[in-house]
């Protein structure tokens, strides 16, 4: 699989494999919905204070996240402008999302499930639209990204954040065989080069770039991990097994029994003509 062209990228793909990965995904963040409610990493104040800074948040705004998952987003949203959504396939991450809004007493947001390829909202209804770690999950990135621009209105902003993978092919092969080892319904992360591709092909500025990284562990890693078949030791040996030649190009290296690694990411925003 190219890194530059995979298939994912350009192909609308079939009903039956959009049904099955819908399935997995429904697996897995079911599974895993408990565990990223409570991440520090999805939490973490500094991170999302960049990505609403990006949206240029206005008081009366009102904003979608699409694919929330707990939420997370959403609430950060909703301290700074008038009303917050969040859109997700899962009732999972909804429920969390719902009892975390609860617990801070949050009420000016709504939250929906549904199809991150047929958003349930009219043309032009959001000044801030935006999605966060969730593109790489998507076999259609081009289709979800021109929901997201047909929902924003003429003057709002269109914020994407997900991981990156390396400009080399072979590190960025080898990182998405570790993801989708890691996460069954992962599809793909994409090249700086894609995502940042998207505005122009959907008839917005090149957008505003934030690069950043977050680093973690491999035994964190491996412990918040549904991987295939359960196989953690399989994963555990994948990870420790690429850090000479930093074979994902996640910049590895061992400490004791241990790696670190580390994710680059970047948040991208523009504004809709």
């Not at 995904?25 to 973490?44: E, G, K, V």
């Not at 549904?114 to 289709?143: E, K, N, T, W």
């Not at 003429?154 to 994407?160: A, E, F, I, N, P």
Request: glycine residues 6%; contains cysteine; proline residues 4%.
């Amino acid at each position: 699989m190219s890194s530059q062209t995979p298939s994912s990228q350009t192909s609308a793909g079939s009903p039956q494999m959009d049904h099955a990965h819908a399935a997995q995904i429904a697996d897995q963040f079911t599974r895993q919905a408990a565990d990223f409610a409570r991440s520090p990493a999805l939490h973490n104040d500094e991170a999302l204070k960049r990505l609403v800074d990006a949206a240029r948040p206005r008081a009366g705004d009102v904003s979608l996240d699409v694919a929330c998952g707990p939420g997370t987003v959403v609430m950060a949203f909703a301290a700074r402008i008038a009303h917050a959504t969040g859109i997700d396939a899962t009732a999972a991450m909804l429920d969390e999302a719902r009892r975390i809004a609860g617990e801070r007493k949050v009420s000016n947001v709504t939250w929906h499930q549904g199809d991150v390829y047929a958003l349930p909202f009219a043309d032009g209804s959001f000044d801030i639209v935006s999605c966060r770690f969730a593109f790489h999950h998507l076999q259609r990135p081009a289709d979800a990204f021109a929901e997201m621009v047909r929902v924003c209105r003429s003057g709002g902003r269109v914020v994407l954040c997900d991981g990156v993978v390396s400009g080399d092919p072979a590190k960025a092969d080898a990182f998405n065989r570790m993801e989708l080892f890691r996460d069954p319904s992962t599809v793909e992360f994409r090249t700086l080069d894609y995502l940042a591709g998207l505005y122009g092909r959907h008839d917005l500025p090149s957008p505003a770039m934030e690069a950043h990284r977050l680093t973690v562990t491999m035994n964190q890693l491996v412990a918040h991990a549904f991987p295939e078949n359960d196989d953690r030791e399989g994963l555990h040996r994948m990870i420790w097994d690429s850090v000479e030649g930093d074979k994902l190009g996640m910049l590895a290296k061992r400490d004791g029994d241990d790696v670190q690694l580390s994710y680059s990411g970047v948040i991208l925003s523009a504004v809709k003509r």
